[in-house]
């Protein structure tokens, strides 16, 4: 079953379970998918699927961080159910552990010790390797404990 027709069972199934929270958050990142496909006149396949799904959840993480800051927790309750609900569609998140190691290896590979100034060239070849996978603030971290 393709990911797109998965979310669309989803959604189904959360209209007759009448959960608010994952059918609304369903019908958003359908929304994101087909806005995509209309103003690119593209059919996305399973990988541009799970790009605009990391775009969703980056966007939701982004805006959770403002909603603790003023104190909203109600807000940020909510974001974060429907950050759980984005990552049930995504693939298996890697742990710290598995993006080090990631990181260790390309490094390695390029031939880079240490020093901020290779940061963006680590980075740059590590994200394609862990696209999906990993959120990107916690691989810029890895890679700045590497090297320094």
Partial sequence: MSLKDRLADDYKEAMKAK???RKNTVIFARAAVKQYEV???????EAGVIDILAKQIKMRRDALSDFEKAGR???????NKEIDILLQYMPKQLTE???LSIVKEVAKELGLEDGKQSMGKLIGAVMPKVKGRADGNIV?????TVLS
């Fill in 97 to 99: 552990e598995e993006i």
């Fill in 39 to 45: 103003d690119h006149r593209v059919e996305l396949d």
């Fill in 19 to 21: 959960d608010e929270i």
């Fill in 73 to 79: 927790t109600d807000l940020s309750e909510a974001y």
């Fill in 140 to 144: 810029k971290k890895i890679v700045e």
